[in-house]
């Protein structure tokens, strides 16, 4: 507990002395990753400030045993590295739905999500690559969902910045 107590407190200070940085007003692309089975989200950034930013995703899956989609919203705090360089941490959540054709189950959920990341804008072309570690915590009205509730969501993600 005092190990997140004190992530915390350096996290708030950490956003106090942040220096400008070059975020995108809006960049689109992809977030290929686990998404717990939904694998690429379609990803969207909006700068908001200085060094702050929105991001949303959107999974979807459809197969002939699933159907599923699943939409994330997150908020960013983004702070200079050097050279194109980024990280950023970010906090947030979403919801989704899923049917499972061949075991005839289905559900809705909810859930809430902490990101963090490294991104590399690149100078010639306006194309941004981004890894980033997202731990979700989910929240069913079915208990074939998950056993756990929990899963952390890696992913790579490649973005157009315009």
């Known amino acids: 507990m005092k190990k997140i107590i004190l992530s915390a407190v350096m996290l708030v200070a950490l956003s106090f002395t942040a220096q400008a940085q070059d975020i995108s007003k809006n960049a689109l692309g992809l977030r290929l990753g686990d998404n717990d089975g939904f694998g690429g989200e379609i990803s969207y950034q909006r700068g908001l400030g200085d060094n702050n930013r929105l991001e949303l995703d959107l999974g979807?899956?459809?197969?002939?045993?699933?159907?599923?989609?699943?939409?994330?919203?997150l908020y960013q705090w983004v702070w200079n590295i050097d050279g194109g360089f980024n990280w950023y941490a970010g906090v947030g959540g979403g919801?989704?739905?899923?049917?499972?054709?061949?075991?005839?189950?289905?559900?809705?959920?909810?859930?809430?999500?902490?990101?963090?990341?490294?991104?590399?804008?690149f100078k010639e072309a306006p194309i941004q690559l981004a890894l980033d570690i997202r731990p979700e915590l989910y929240f069913s009205d079915n208990d074939n969902f998950r056993t756990d509730n929990f899963a952390p969501d890696l992913a790579l993600s490649i973005r157009y910045r315009f």
Do not use: C
Not at 63 to 72: I, Q
């Open 95 to 121: 919801l989704g739905s899923w049917d499972n054709n061949r075991f005839d189950v289905n559900g809705t959920y909810a859930f809430v999500a902490g990101d963090l990341g490294i991104e590399y804008n």
């Open 60 to 73: 979807f899956r459809n197969s002939n045993d699933v159907d599923a989609f699943k939409l994330t919203g």
